[in-house]
């Protein structure tokens, strides 16, 4: 069903959960944030929790979010820069699971699009396709990401938790969805901004420095670092 349809057929609400790690904003995130452009049929609320570990912060936004009825949970970190139809473009794909493509903040600003590794029992990064719109992944970060709040009805708390084998709460809950096959989507031609301290790491950034070479580079480096108190992977 496309967001016209749903649009006339129920009136939509929103979660906003914004995670920060300070009272203070970017200038540029609150730029993006009263540009975005919301459904004219909609009730939008913001839940922006502040100085909480990241699990725990998107946990009780989803909280937040049953207790409010929710249809959709629209999480944005603060470090982004986003264009203004990022959530409009997002919820006309109608999926579960659908996020922006962002771009980690250091170099070589690889994406945030990952692949399981079952030898390893790991995430590794992996590149796109460019512009090739709606691409499926193992996983992905939280940066701008959509998703359906049914979603969390079928897993188990808490949602999102630290696990050894992963280096993020955000990759854990990708985890717990490739269990269940609830299939996760990333908009390539939606590619959003990471503040950083002195630029924003953007696509340019990555494409200067794709190739097959440094990516599994990276890879190898992150997989040692994983296990560097362990003989292998369990």
Known sequence: MRLESLEKS???????GILTATAYFHRRFVESLLRLEYPPNSEVRFDIMEGFQIPFARNRVV????KDNSDYIFFLDSDMVFPPDSLMRLLNHNKSVVNALAFRRQHPHFPAVFKWNKENFCYET???QLNS????A??????????????FKKLKKPYYFYDKNLFSSD???CRSLNKIDVPIYIDTN???GHLGDNKIATE????????????KKYNRLFLKELYKNDESPD
């Open 10 to 16: 129920k009136k939509l609400k929103i979660t906003v």
């Open 63 to 66: 909280e937040d979010a049953f």
């Open 126 to 128: 992996i590149h796109y």
């Open 133 to 136: 719109g709606l691409t499926a």
């Open 138 to 151: 193992d996983a992905t970060g939280m940066a701008c990401i959509l998703i359906k709040t049914e979603v």
């Open 171 to 173: 990759l854990s809950f």
């Open 190 to 192: 939606l590619k959003i």
């Open 204 to 215: 340019e950034d990555y494409i200067r420095n794709k190739n097959p070479e440094a990516i």
